[in-house]
């Protein structure tokens, strides 16, 4: 079985730090280094320079968890928002859609991941002890669970609500149904199923 040309280190290395890219498997990251070594150094350079400057210069803000530059980021410290009203998501790229759709004045609360006991991921692991601290300072009045519709996503979203309502807040799950500007015929039978478990009057 043919191998290919053994690759120098500094290419290697490069094919590798690329694999661990979500997503990426180990043909697409040889195509991205040679792409960016034969047809785009001065993009490669600033690649890493913006890998580099990201990493040392962002944190996590101390009261929604998400990345940012200062202790606090911009949404906590706005006070046009609402802070009566919480919106736990996994991820800062699943905040972003949620501000983009334009229809949420409340603050966050970022998990920085998801509940997954097969692999050896907990409560511990996901920090939910600040959200829980966060929501017993007397300010939050519900909690908007905005996990992923996946398996490790609901079981997230279950672990919160149980250990939430112990905090004498409202929690509500973000709605699931038929997309927007859809067609039943081409819709998966999962999604109607949840459309018609989650009906609500007309």
Known sequence: MATGLPEPEPLRALIDALRGLPGVGVR?????????????????????????????????????????????????????????????????????????????????????????????????????????DRVRDGRVREVILATNFTAEGETTAYYLAEMLRECGVKVTRLARGVPSGSELEYVDAGTIAWALMERRPN
């Open 28 to 132: 697409t990251a040889r195509r991205m280094a040679y792409h960016l070594l034969q047809h785009d150094p001065d993009g490669a350079l600033r690649l890493g320079d913006a890998l580099r400057d990201a990493v040392g210069g962002l944190c996590h803000c101390e009261r929604c968890n998400s990345f940012s530059q200062t202790p606090l980021c911009a949404t906590c410290e706005n006070p046009d928002r609402d802070p009566s009203v919480l919106c736990v998501v996994e991820t800062p790229a699943d905040q972003n859609m949620i501000e983009a759709s334009h229809g949420y004045q409340g603050l966050y609360y970022v998990l920085m991941g998801r509940l997954a006991p097969l692999e050896g991921v907990g409560p511990d692991q996901v920090r939910f002890a600040p959200l829980r």
